[in-house]
Structure formats: C-alpha cells, structure tokens
C-alpha cells in the first residue's frame, strides 16, 4: 500500500513539472511569436502591394500560426467552458490544419519557380494565389469541424494524423526536386538559390522536428485507444515552437536578407576566432 502510495506521488509530480514545462513553453511561445508574427505580416503584405506574389502563401502560413497563438493564449487565461475548448480545439486545429498546407504551397511554390520557370511565369498572379489560399483554408475548417462534430474521437485523431502526414512525401519530393533543378540551372543567381533552397530546408526541418514527432505521437495514442492521454498536454510541447521557426521564413522572402545573415555569421566566427587566438 505504501509503495502504491509513493508510486502515485511521484506520477502526479512528474505531471506537475511537465504541465509547468508546458506552461512556461506556451508563454514564451505567447510572447515572442505574437509581437513578431504581426509585425512579419505586416511587412510582407508590403511586399504583395509592390506586386510581389511569393509571400502570399507565407502570410497565410503567419496567419495560421497567429490563430494557433491567440488560442494558445485563451487557453491558458479562459476558465474551462465552451469558449475554451472552441478556441483549443476547434481553432487550434483549424489553425494547425492550415499551416501544414500553407508548408506544402510554399515549398510547391519554390520548386516550380525552378523546376517549371515558364509555367509558373505564366500562373504567377495574386489572383491564382489567393484561390489556392482560400482553398486550403476551406478544406482546413472542413476537415476539423467533420472531425471535431460529427467523428468519433478515436476516428477523428485517425484521419488528422493522416491529413497531417499526407504532405511529409511532398515536401521531401519538393526538396529533392528542386535541388536536382539547381544543380542544372546556370541562369539563377546564387542569392536567388540560398534564398529557395533555405526556405524548402525550414519547412522541411519544420515540419520532421515539430510536427511529425506529434503526428506519431496522435497515431500511436489512436491505436492503443488510450482515452486519458488526448487530454495530455505534453503531446503539443514541440509543435507548439513551430510559429517561431515559421517567422524565419521571412529572411527568405526579403532580397540580400540571407546574403546580409550570411556576411553576419561570417563576421561573427572571424571575430571569435580573433578572440581565441
């Protein structure tokens, strides 16, 4: 019994320091993401009225990860009830869907403007880029109030997982296209070929180191039908970092900002080795 005692002691602090962990996660998430992700798109959006169409598919992406932050922070300052579970499921979620196809759209986007130049030459137009944001924005809200009002929770984690895993092939193909097409063009300036390849690799680290450890993470619990585990919210502590790495994309959409961050780490590493010797 005594031993029964202390196992369930020490369960329930493990629990308090991981929910505190999360915590203190979710509000530096909170406080660095929300200040930057709004001033990211705001300065984008200047960037689409110079007639620039690339950063529409980042925006939305910014945009997604804005709704995942407000419902972050509601989560954490609203007393449970129907407001708070709308915003930490319905629109966390929406949000979340939204974010992975937006990853897909840009790193598509980057792989044709090498892969198939003449083509998206042709295609490249606000317009066309604003019906696919709105058509992922769509199948998103679809797709999480299906799940989230007419599935059962067993089904329902099953079929996100796999809309959430669906792009994982995509965006390796993208990569590996896209670097395959490089090595063959002479007519892409070299600043033009770290500024898209650069992106395709944070999207893709994006999404194997944040997103797909929870992806797994949601099949395994849906499998073993473990009902008290959906409630834990450790299964969000890496993802929840994603809003932040997505805010360095906007290095990758500004002209000589990666050539600018390159000069500065090199200036960076000659001082510290000045230092050493």
Known sequence: MGNLYNNTTLKND?????????????WIVISIGLPLTLLAICALV????????????VINLLVSDL???????????????????????VFYYIGLEASVG????????????????????FRRTIKFSLVVSFMVWAFSIVLIIVNYFVMDLLVAMILLSISLLLPFPLLIFFLAGTLKALS???SV??????????????????????????????????????????????????IRFSPLVDLVLYVFMKKGAVDKLLACLCRCRMTREQCDT
Request: charged share 15%; with cysteine.
């Open 14 to 26: 493990t629990y308090d320091h991981l929910s505190t962990a999360v915590q203190v996660t979710t």
């Open 46 to 57: 200047s960037l689409v009225r110079d007639g620039q169409v690339a950063p529409i598919y």
């Open 67 to 89: 709704i995942q932050i407000c419902c972050l922070a509601v989560r954490e300052v609203a007393p449970r009830g129907l407001i708070r579970s709308l915003f930490s499921d």
């Open 102 to 121: 937006f990853m897909v759209c840009v790193a598509l986007e980057r792989y044709l403007v090498i892969a198939c130049p003449l083509w998206y030459r």
């Open 184 to 186: 063959a063009s002479i």
């Open 189 to 238: 300036p070299p600043e033009e070929k770290r500024r898209i390849v650069g992106a395709l690799v944070l999207v893709l680290l994006n999404y194997t180191l944040l997103f797909l450890p929870t992806i797994i993470w949601f099949l395994t619990a849906a499998t073993r039908s473990s009902g008290p585990i959906f409630n834990h919210d450790l299964r969000y502590i890496f």
